[in-house]
Structures are given as structure tokens and as C-alpha cells.
């Protein structure tokens, strides 16, 4: 079986259309999370007034991981399956076992449904909306960190809505910004203009895309990927 990765274009081989359907609405707001070592061990945490788990980025942790995933019912195959664990959370934990980074997950304040039509009708209504759902609790100081890896699904052809209100929230102006997906059919879509039109001032670098149903065996492309924007050494993988 094949692994589709591709990097950094805009080409969408299905329409919008496609996953189209629907409605539901989205709340702003901003959000926070635990902030974990994704190797060796945990950063000291610290307890918020929220009641979550924010850990202080370490001065040798340059890099963080964000990512958003959805687990439930999805597209598996042209059919549907229920995933335990989203497959943005595999690969983000695929990274996280390769460099030296903190880990973030962006949770909607509004969980979206297990249920996959009604996830397209929501995210429908607010991509046509251009809304900011909420996250949980307060995103973490990025201060500390030079290059964000920012992960998410495809969904209609381009990231949820919640990855731009993360990118508002969290002040990326000069920061190295490397997006991953993973997708049905769509890639990258237009994840980089997504980004791009944001305005955050961050400098968006090449992206990885990785077909959902295989990221279990997408390890060769991700050490690639890792390799071509420094991330990790020639020789370490
Ligand atoms: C609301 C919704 C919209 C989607 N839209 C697309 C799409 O436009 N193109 C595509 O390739 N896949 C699309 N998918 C499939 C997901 O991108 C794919 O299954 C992804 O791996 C899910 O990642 P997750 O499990 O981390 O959420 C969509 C899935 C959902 C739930």
C-alpha cells in the first residue's frame, strides 16, 4: 500500500463540494491544554487557575507540536470506521518519538460530535462563517520556542477553523511554522494560503501531508520530512 505525502502545494484533487454539507455554529475563543516533553522526560508542571496542566518550555525544547485531532467516526476508505485515537494524534505521537519538542493539543471548548455528518455540518457552517472556535483553556506562552509544528486534519479541503483561532491566540510573528495534516483524498489542500492568509507573521516552511489511513506506516516519509527541514540530522534517521 502506497503512502501519499506531499509537500507544500495547493492542489486539491477533489472540490469542496465533496465534503460539504450542513450546519452548526462555532464559538470564539482561546483555549489551553497540557504541554508535554515529547521526549525524555517531563517538563515540571505547574497548575493554572483553569484547574489544567501548563508545563514551562525548557531552554533546551525549541520546537513545539500543536496539533488538533478529532477522534469518532471517519472516512476510512471510501467507507466509515471509528477511530479510537485521531489520526493527526498518531502522527503527532510519531513525531513526538522522533525530536526533541513539547507537545500541545488543541482541544474545542464545544467538543465536536463523534458522529462524522455532523462534524462536516459544523465545520461547514464555520468555515462559510469564518469563525474562531473556542479552545478549552489558554494556549501556552510560545516565547520559548522558534519553530511551531502546527497539526491538523484536512477538513473541506483545508484545516478546521479551530487551528486559526489557535494561530491568533498564540502570537507565532517570527516563529517557524510547519504545518502537517493528514487528509482522505485532499493533501495539503490549501493548508499553506489557510495559514498564509492569517497574517501572523510567522514564516510558514514546507509541510507534510500524510493519507489518514496510513499513517501507521508513514514513518520513511516522516524521517524524510524531519530531515529536509532540519528538524533532525542526516545521520540520526
Ligand atoms: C468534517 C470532516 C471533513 C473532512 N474533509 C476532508 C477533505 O476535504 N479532504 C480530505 O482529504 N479529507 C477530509 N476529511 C477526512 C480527514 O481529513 C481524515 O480522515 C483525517 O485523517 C482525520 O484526522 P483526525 O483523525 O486526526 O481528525 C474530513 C473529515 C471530517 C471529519
Redesign the pocket.
Known amino acids: 500500500m502506497s503512502i501519499t505525502v506531499s509537500r507544500s502545494h495547493e492542489a486539491s484533487p ?1 472540490s469542496r463540494g ?2 460539504l454539507r450542513g450546519a452548526s455554529v462555532a464559538a470564539a475563543g482561546i483555549a489551553a491544554v497540557s504541554l508535554t516533553g515529547c521526549t525524555s522526560g517531563q517538563p515540571p508542571e505547574t497548575s493554572t487557575s483553569t484547574g489544567s496542566t501548563v508545563t514551562s518550555p525548557q531552554t533546551t525544547h525549541r520546537v513545539l507540536l500543536a496539533y488538533f ?2 477522534a469518532g467516526e ?2 476510512w476508505y471510501g467507507d466509515r470506521t471509528f ?1 479510537e485515537t ?4 498518531r502522527l503527532a505521537e510519531m513525531i513526538g518519538d522522533r525530536i526533541d519538542c513539547d507537545t500541545y493539543r488543541i482541544e474545542a471548548a464545544q467538543p465536536y460530535s463523534e458522529r ?1 455528518d455532523p ?2 455540518e459544523r ?1 461547514t457552517e464555520e468555515q462559510d462563517d469564518d469563525a474562531r472556535p473556542a479552545i478549552a483553556n489558554p494556549v501556552p506562552d510560545l516565547s520559548g520556542y522558534d519553530t511551531v509544528l502546527l497539526g491538523s ?5 483545508q484545516p478546521p477553523m479551530i487551528m486559526a483561532t489557535f494561530v491568533e491566540a498564540a502570537g507565532l510573528s517570527g516563529k517557524r511554522v510547519l504545518p502537517f495534516v ?5 493533501g495539503l ?1 490549501s493548508t499553506s494560503s489557510f495559514y498564509r492568509d492569517l497574517n501572523s507573521g510567522a514564516q510558514l516552511g514546507e509541510g507534510l501531508a500524510v493519507r ?1 489511513e496510513e499513517v501507521s506506516a508513514a514513518g520513511g516519509d516522516l524521517d524524510q520530512w524531519l530531515r529536509a527541514t532540519g528538524l533532525t540530522s542526516a545521520e540520526s534517521r
Do not use: C, D, K
Open positions: 477533489i465533496a465534503f485531532s478529532r471517519n472516512y477511530l485521531g489520526n493527526t494524534h462524522y462534524t462536516v465545520n486534519p484536512i477538513w473541506n479541503v493528514t487528509y482522505a483524498v485532499s489542500g489518514g
